[in-house]
């Protein structure tokens, strides 16, 4: 049926401006807007508070960047938006196991140190230690100590003075039958202080680096290094690493130790020897 008298005029939006109405988005980096007042158009980089107003940052094909108050009078590709903050990301949701597997002891209280002591041979065997089992540790209060090496030991075993309150456990690596440092161990565990109170184990590994599973770092087995080439700076040159300096070997520890996440990510015989240790200073007594 026709109207014969022609549309209401009112009926729609007629208060609609030529550009239709304005639409919210969110300033997302990388998005390109235009600034109506000013005409500057550029990708946004950032939105900050400042002042107590959020704050867009604007960047133009130039490189110079401009802040603009977030809320209306932007064009997106000719249509007017109101540029709106970004959502918070949630937080993240509280581990409810540590990375050695362990339950996770929310908020648990600063605890008073054992007279119990772990000892490791250097600096990276305590770098892995408290990053697989460090939450562990605090939790029950024991304390990692290094030795920088075991040469001495049955020194340290004297000056320690263990006891039934102040037992000591030690970690050695490359512990195997005719080594070195079965001959160290061995003299160690004579020591009449370590008859009741000392607990010595070791992993069969040249340096605790091969206690990190090699698919880390894209190999199946660690590759053997010819003797009389440093281990490290060989294991290093092997993975196409910087490896002439001792910065070098430091930065690709920590490319090394990075990569670790979880107790799944250690070899056996490294893990079972802490859990061992860590089970003998922390047994009530």
């Not at 022609?6 to 235009?34: F, H, M, N, Q």
């Not at 937080?91 to 000892?119: D, E, N, Q, Y």
């Not at 660690?222 to 002439?244: Q, T």
Request: glycine letters at 10%; one cysteine or more.
């Amino acid at each position: 049926m026709n109207d014969r008298y022609g549309t209401d005029v009112l009926a729609g939006d007629w208060k609609a401006p030529p550009r239709g109405r304005s639409r919210e988005v969110t300033a997302e980096r990388g998005l390109v807007v235009e600034d109506v007042q000013t005409g500057w158009c550029g990708a946004v980089v950032t939105v900050e508070k400042a002042g107590g107003l959020h704050v867009v940052h604007l960047e133009d094909r130039r490189g110079k960047t401009k802040a603009f108050p977030l809320g209306p009078g932007f064009l997106l590709d000719g249509q007017p938006v109101v540029l709106v903050a970004p959502k918070a990301a949630p937080a993240p949701a509280t581990p409810t196991r540590t990375a050695s597997g362990s339950r996770a002891v929310a908020a648990a209280p600063a605890r008073v140190a054992l007279g119990s002591r772990i000892f490791v041979e250097g600096r990276h065997d305590a770098e892995l230690v408290e990053k697989i089992w460090g939450d562990d540790l605090r939790v029950e209060g024991v304390v990692v100590e290094m030795l920088d090496g075991v040469d001495d030991l049955g020194a340290v075993i004297r000056d320690f003075r263990p006891g039934p309150q102040r037992r000591m456990g030690v970690l050695v690596d490359h512990l195997v039958p005719g080594s070195k440092e079965d001959r160290i161990v061995q003299a160690a565990r004579a020591v009449p202080e370590a008859r009741e109170h000392v607990l010595i184990v070791g992993h069969p590994f040249v340096d605790v680096w091969q206690g990190v599973q090699p698919r880390l770092l894209g190999w199946t087995e660690w590759p053997v290094i010819p003797r009389g080439m440093s281990w490290k700076h060989g294991i290093l040159a092997e993975l196409g690493w910087p490896h002439a300096t001792q910065a070098d070997v430091a930065q690709g520890w920590k490319r090394i130790l990075g990569s670790v996440r979880t107790f799944t990510d250690l070899r056996p015989e490294l893990l079972g020897r802490v859990e061992e240790l860590i089970d003998f200073v922390t047994e009530p007594v």
